[in-house]
């Protein structure tokens, strides 16, 4: 990657190309293609290979492997210290890997790019505890969450144009809450909570989502229209949900991944994860 001297102000890395794209990695995923600027031409949305991270000499991720193609819904299983959150913290920038690969797409290399960079590429991240903003109304709270020019002076001379107000509207539909766009967030419950800081992400335009335990605290009603609401994203994002409700996961997984000790354990079907005998044995129990 070639770095100058505003790099950190620059909204896209300059990032040399990928020069081994494609090269065993065949796409898991539905194989379409992605938003503007993102090369998925394999179908792969995001490359992990030999991905490891030590903290203090233990090994959080050990050679980590992992494929999620265009469009897909991946959930992520597996026992507490498996390397979960660790592995959305490298996707993320967060942590870097002390060695391994790590693609958005076909050509940005996540290890050699910010937060702020990731973000800005595609990739939003939720947190198991809502972020938004209690005080402000729901409406002003996805306002906030646009993709535009964030400095000060934009924001002060800022404007919502009707493309934009139509685009909020579109997501408070999305998330159920058009009926409390101009309630308090504050004064919203735990699950609406979720749902609007999901239609934040939203609100970015996101070719990635990652999803940290999403249903947790969750009502059943409120955990059902979550799988409802995935399963309708999936296609126009990727999704990688991290989850231990089992029953969410069977509802809305097509592939599921089991971690344990920082390395892929398991792939394939809930059905066929739960029959697998290590993965009994680590982490479901009998």
Not at 161 to 188: C, N
Not at 217 to 227: C, H, R, S, V
Not at 228 to 251: C, P
Not at 258 to 265: D, E, F, R
Request: proline share 3%.
């Amino acid at each position: 990657m070639r770095v100058t001297a505003t790099d950190q102000f620059m909204l896209e890395p300059i990032i040399e190309p990928n020069r081994d794209q494609g090269t065993s990695r065949d796409a898991i995923g539905l194989g379409q293609a992605a938003g503007k600027g993102l090369n998925t031409r394999h179908g792969t949305i995001l490359t992990l290979e030999d991905i490891s991270v030590s903290f203090d000499g233990f090994k959080a991720l050990n050679d980590l492997n992992l494929y999620i193609g265009v469009g897909e819904l991946r959930c992520i299983i597996g026992p507490n210290g498996a390397g979960k959150t660790t592995l959305m913290d490298v996707i993320t920038g967060k942590t870097r890997p002390s060695h391994g690969k790590a693609w958005f797409g076909e050509t940005l290399d996540l290890t050699r790019m910010s937060e702020v960079q990731i973000a800005q590429a595609g990739i939003g991240r939720k947190f198991q505890k809502p972020t938004v903003f209690e005080a402000l109304s729901v409406f002003e709270n996805l306002e906030l969450a646009q993709k535009t020019d964030k400095s000060v002076w934009a924001s002060l001379r800022a404007r919502l144009g009707g493309e934009q107000k139509d685009r909020i509207e579109e997501v408070l539909d999305t998330i159920r809450l058009s009926a409390s766009a101009q309630r308090p967030a504050g004064l919203l419950s735990h699950g609406q909570k979720q749902f609007l800081e999901i239609g934040m992400l939203l609100m970015q335009d996101p070719q990635l989502l990652l999803l940290d335990e999403p249903v947790a605290g969750m009502t059943d009603a409120e955990t059902e229209f979550t799988a409802e609401l995935f399963k309708r994203l999936a296609g126009k994002h990727s999704l990688m949900v991290v989850e231990h409700d089992m029953g969410f996961v069977g509802s809305i997984a097509d592939h599921v991944t089991v971690l344990h000790q920082g390395s892929v354990l398991a792939e394939g079907s809930l059905e066929q994860v739960q029959e697998n005998e290590r993965v009994i044995e680590v982490y479901l129990g009998r």
